[in-house]
């Protein structure tokens, strides 16, 4: 019975490891569809209230929820006192916050492309600046929901055939 109950287990842990591939990889777009919302928001401030940049980002870090909330807050508490000089130091500090979420390098590297944008934006407006990460996020998310749908069948499928495998192994 304990031999039983021991297999069972290990194909059942063997199954959930697929799903929980598979479930990282949605937290992984849920949290790209927020933090392009955020930006979205930071950008429609910048351009209707001509509010200075740390206000904006104080004002749209209340407006999302969790990491994208956590990262937004550490980059307002980072520039509030330097404005938009010290910002360019400021966003790529607190990216940090993000780097130990479910993000991958290639994520944050296009998030970290907007503190350039931002200081290298020769008098473009800033709701402009915002624009261009939006739509480079924007085509970057499309291409991860796109191999989502495909990887996370296979990873919960491949989860499931090792874990019965196992069982018919051992048994």
């Known amino acids: 019975m304990v031999k039983l109950m021991g297999i069972l ?5 063997a199954a959930m490891i697929g799903l929980q591939l598979s479930l990282k990889m949605k937290a992984r777009i849920e949290l790209l569809k927020e933090i392009e919302y955020a930006m979205e928001e930071m950008s429609a401030e910048a351009a209707y209230s001509m509010e200075i ?17 956590a990262w937004l807050m550490a980059l307002y ?3 509030k006192n330097t404005g938009e000089y010290g910002f360019c130091q400021a966003y790529r ?8 979420s479910d993000l991958k390098n290639e994520d ?6 907007l503190s350039d ?3 290298n934006r020769d008098g473009d407006r800033l709701s402009l600046v915002f624009q261009g990460t939006i739509r480079e996020l924007s085509v970057h998310r499309t291409t991860i929901e796109a191999e989502y749908s495909e990887k996370s069948k296979l990873y919960r499928t491949l989860g499931l055939l090792f874990g019965l495998f196992v069982i018919i192994i051992v048994i």
């Open 9 to 13: 287990m290990i194909g059942i842990s």
């Open 53 to 69: 940049l740390p206000r904006i980002i104080g004002n749209t870090a209340k407006k999302t929820s969790s990491v994208c909330q």
């Open 77 to 79: 508490e980072k520039i």
């Open 93 to 100: 500090e607190s990216l940090s916050v993000l780097e130990n």
């Open 108 to 113: 944050i590297r296009i998030i970290k492309t």
């Open 117 to 119: 944008k931002i200081v």
